[in-house]
């Protein structure tokens, strides 16, 4: 997975007073977690411009004056009307121990279902996997190509020895919708294959191919 370096300092005055100067100054106050005690620290809000703003996840290279952190983003808080960041927690992470995190989804190919008009409905856009940090993934493919009107892809569609998928097998990641346009593309394409190239065929009208759909 990519990572991303954050240059901050640490904080020792964590009042309210101290935390809206740090803000009016355009500085974050920040928390990392999952170490032996928090660690408390403020980093210029600029520098979170390719961590937040993005639909990648990465890990995190916390550099405070000099100390490096490995860590992964745990929860930020936006202002309500403004949507500037007010807060951000952070959980550090080690090489030797397996952490949780969410992971994209990024659908490849070009399924049968949607190129006879269907179309493709994503239900889970982010999967929680659970890994070594050097084993998470910038995201998770799944490839839709076999997909044929009607079908679902499942998490089981998706595993992998590197990570473990925290979701049922049965959880749904897309799906193509059926329509009716698309039903007779179907039955006409399983028909021409079916026929095979035995002479000139006659064009159906769209009486017939509602009939043969009927049938």
């Known amino acids: 997975m990519k990572s ?45 411009k390719d961590l937040v703003y993005t639909p990648d996840v990465h890990t995190v ?65 982010k999967l929680r996997v659970k890994a070594l940090p050097e084993n998470l993934p910038d995201f998770i493919e799944a490839d839709i190509t076999e997909m044929k009107i009607g079908s679902k892809m499942y998490t089981k569609s998706v595993e992998s020895d590197k990570f473990k998928i925290m979701h049922p097998e049965n959880t749904v990641i897309c799906q193509v919708r059926t329509s009716r346009t698309a039903i007779v593309d179907e039955v006409d394409d399983e028909a021409e294959t079916a026929e095979g190239a035995e002479g000139e065929e006659v064009p159906a009208t769209e009486t017939d191919d509602v009939a043969a759909v009927k049938e």
């Open 61 to 125: 290279v916390i550099n405070l004056d000099g100390t490096k952190v490995n860590a992964i983003l745990q929860d930020i808080q936006f202002h309500p009307v403004t949507d500037r960041i007010l807060h951000i927690d952070f959980y550090q992470i080690f090489d030797d121990k397996e952490v949780t995190m969410e992971i994209p989804v990024r659908t490849t190919g070009n399924s049968r279902g949607v190129r006879n008009g269907g179309t493709l409905r994503i239900v889970s856009r």
């Open 4 to 48: 991303i370096t954050i240059k901050g300092s640490q904080r020792e005055s964590v009042g309210k007073k101290a935390t809206k100067a740090l803000r009016n100054a355009g500085m974050v106050p920040c928390v990392v977690y999952g170490g032996e005690e928090p660690i408390s620290f403020t980093a210029d809000e600029i520098a979170f």
